[in-house]
């Protein structure tokens, strides 16, 4: 049988961007021949305008992984201690060993959660970088916000600590840290952010971090010359020239993982709640090899964990694939 196939395992957005940014690509595509800036300064600028604050506070990269990268490079190196969860984005422990330091793992608790009572404990004298995802990959739960402030009062000052909010377009506005306020009273503390996800920008690569100027200078000096494209740029100013439609399709977006969500827990499955555009389905390993194996022969692509299987939410025939098949496997 010749299926089309649901792409389920990167947590894309299945929308491709709306046509007024899809015709500013196209337009940017004839000056493909120009180098873009030597160093992103105008789409730093562009992202501070939106945020409300000084570009010096903006530190732009090929997607979050590529200022993860440069802060790794930075805080992660000569076998510094990177203290995170497991699993986590597969990023942290993989960047972390690339540039010399080394991944310090704390486990999830049972219900899907970072555990940040023991990774406040894992820190040493030899840390120097604390990770904490809000929402979670691959879990989807988020950390409240005054959990978060009592973990950053638990850690030294010394030390920097990266609160990755890649999914943070799927949270509502009122469960969301107010950045700026922490950052005012925490100068260590680093926010990441991306376009791949809730904006849809996955190819184009383009990610941040927001943080006190000084720390922003010392990840800056790492990055590439002529790093970023030029369509980046073209495609962040189209998108938030188109805020309402990018919006709108998120709530759609978060109608489909409502839906998933529940389908699966009513059969009896373990979902914890999802603040992102994915649902994780607790499963002991055999267990969730097996779904995966049964998934992928229904050609729908997820990711398997030890304890688990990460599903992105995909549009409503994606849903509707992914309950029948897991219902005859369960
Ligand atoms: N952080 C988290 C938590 C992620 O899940 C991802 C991608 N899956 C990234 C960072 C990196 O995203 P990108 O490089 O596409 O911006």
Known sequence: MITAGHRLQLNELPFGPPPSVREALSRALASANRYPEFLPARLSRLIAERLGCEPDRIVVGAGATGVIMHIVQEFGSGAAEVVMATPTFDGFPILTGMAGGRPVTVSLTGDGRQDLAAMAAAVTERTRLVVVCSPHNPTGTLVPPADFEDFLRAIPASITVVLDEAYVDFVAEAERVDVFALLDRHPNLLVLRTFSKGYGLAALRVGYAVGDPELIERIARWQLPFGMTALAEVAVRACYEAEAEIEARIAVLGEHRDRLTTGLRELGLCVPDSYANF??????????????????????????????????????????AVLATVRSTV
């Not at 607790?282 to 729908?300: H, K, N, Q, S, Y």
């Open 279 to 320: 649902s994780y389905l607790t499963l002991p390993g055999p267990d969730a090899e097996r779904v995966a194996t049964a998934l992928a022969g229904a050609d729908i692509h997820v990711k398997t964990y030890p304890t688990g299987i990460r599903i992105t939410v995909g549009d409503r025939a994606a849903t509707d």
